[in-house]
DNA sequence: CTGAAAGCGCTAACAT
DNA sequence: ATGTTAGCGCTTTCAG
């Protein structure tokens, strides 16, 4: 059995709240005894159990992270950098995935809402309503859309699809349209208001869905394409390319997120970069009280291969 | 504040005793006893306390993943069957990202242990002997890697390797290498030996090690490289485009895992197929006692465009 | 089948 | 500066 405090207590000759000070109070315990507890505790390699400790003091030192499907290489490097800055705070996270399904993701909320002294929600697939019905028994913030009341954390995609569009445009395109996502989607939402331009969907947000629309962007003659993201717009490439289309002789395609299948594809993807890192700590930011508010990150527009002038 | 059991005691009128056991032992407690405290529960909202619970019980619920670098898209497909699996025997999973660094990894672990019941360490950095020690105060099932007296699930990246190696050497090519990792990876020295070949590197196990190996390859006069992993194989196809060499018309590619981008680059990544899914599920199984030993998960060769018939 | 009581490891008043 | 005590929410003997 692992040591618990009393044994560092019996081996430091001191009260157990003595030894509880020591670690969670230091200060207010004499530097020589401290250090004789400390040596004790080292000695029997006693680490405080925080799940106890949460107990008395209500902190778990725990956040969770729910996002939408870990396999999509949109959420990895969120999860690492929002790891890595609670693990800075002494934080543990528990990192949960929904599978695309807002029923797990509220099962999933309420069993970690005890253990935990917030979550992050990552693109949630939950409607609003539930959302802030959880909230009030943890907290939250949510990324990659707004909810009333609720601290979140936006990436402006809006001026992004701008730049895209305008890419496009300058580049000669005159017949244009956004590949939407999922309905429910606040990211698709605001792209597709922003770019104003058709559009064609909703679509699966997978390479799959990129390339069962092929057919559609071929037939409504559309030469330059944004997709909901690089996901969808890769596997447009590949569907156009089925359809013997080249990227970017014949169409151009524009991706949204900037995951590593875009940088490492060929043609390597235009896209609009999200800074998924930054959203990963400042949720976590938000969630320890160190920033305020709702904040939107910003994007940045990308200009690879997958673009190239209109065809004449 | 959120519902105790207490609270559905006193709503229910039986003692909190009587609570505990309608929800942890259902079948020791009368049915019309137990309908009114579940009845009670719902209307409060109750959910039982898992740390609580853990602290009389000696069980957390909780279950630790510790991998190398959660940005490398061989682990998320892991993660995620790993933590569904988790999932539907009540588990949650802390996810930590060690970062390719083996103290980082080592003080995770610590940290981790008393909170969870097991811990699943994949593809770990740390030697084998930190790993044996760290492994005296929770349970370990290890990925990619063979511990003494640990459980363990392996790949069989050695077939995999032998079919590589046969595949290119049945297209007709005669001066084959092997592209290897880190000199810590266990799957790297297993290719190795099965593969037979002679070796370039080690390499950073990212497609900027593979992109940094191209000269290398030109240099040797190779034509055919099996890669240490698809995002190695895939950097290398990028550096030798650059340098003017064709895949697969110059030289023919294999990469091992079979991850995404690997599935949408083109040419589209021939691969030795590694059951990462498989792995996570049954490393769950290890570690929740329902499997033993240590297991080897057959992998599967698939060819796809970056290999073709040798240069003559 | 249910109640009473002790205790898991720890912290937080309150004393001293 | 340190010891005493109570108690966090829950389970688990032990009685009844």
């Known amino acids: 059995m692992a040591a618990t405090i009393r044994d560092v207590a019996r081996a430091s000759g001191v009260h157990v709240s003595t030894v509880s000070r020591s670690f969670s109070a ?4 004499n530097d020589t005894t401290r250090s004789r507890v400390m040596a004790a505790a080292d000695a029997l390699g006693y680490r405080p159990n925080r799940a106890a400790r949460a107990l ?24 690492k950098a929002a790891q890595a800055h609670a693990r800075s705070g002494d934080y543990h996270v528990f990192v949960a995935d929904a599978d695309e399904d807002p029923r797990a993701e509220e099962e999933l909320i309420r069993t970690l809402t005890k253990q935990v002294d917030g979550v992050v929600l990552c693109s ?10 959880l909230a009030a028994d943890v907290p939250f913030v949510v990324v990659n859309r707004e909810v009333d009341g609720l ?32 309905s429910g989607s606040w ?48 596997g447009l490439v590949e569907g156009l390319a089925a ?20 940088r490492l594809n060929r043609p390597k993807l235009t896209t609009v970069a999200m800074p998924t890192e930054a ?20 994007t940045a527009f990308i200009v690879r291969e997958s673009t190239g002038e209109a065809p004449r």
Do not use: K, W
């Not at 230091?26 to 315990?29: A, G, N, R």
């Not at 949630?124 to 019905?133: D, Q």
């Not at 730049?163 to 017949?175: F, I, K, N, P």
């Open 151 to 182: 601290p979140s954390v936006l990436m402006d995609v809006a001026r992004g699809a701008r730049l895209a569009v305008a890419h496009l445009r300058a580049l000669g395109h005159t017949r244009l349209a956004y590949l939407g996502g999922p």
């Open 26 to 29: 230091p200060h207010l315990v």
């Open 124 to 133: 949630p697939r939950l409607s609003n309503e539930v959302i802030v019905r």
């Open 187 to 234: 990211t698709s939402r605001q792209a597709r208001a922003a770019a104003g331009i058709p559009v064609i969907g909703p679509n699966q947000p997978t390479a799959q869905g990129g390339a069962d629309a092929a057919e559609a962007v071929v037939a409504a003659g559309v030469t330059g394409v944004l997709a909901y993201n690089d996901l969808v717009a890769l």
């Open 243 to 262: 359809l013997g289309v080249r990227v970017p002789e014949d169409v151009s395609v524009v991706g949204v997120d900037d995951i590593l299948p875009g």
């Open 56 to 79: 008395t003091t209500g902190r778990t030192l725990n956040l969770g992270l729910v996002v939408a499907d870990i396999a999509n290489p949109f959420f990895p490097p969120l999860i």
């Open 279 to 298: 959203a990963g700590r400042t949720a976590v930011d938000l969630l320890l009280g160190a920033a305020d508010g709702p904040v939107t990150l910003p």
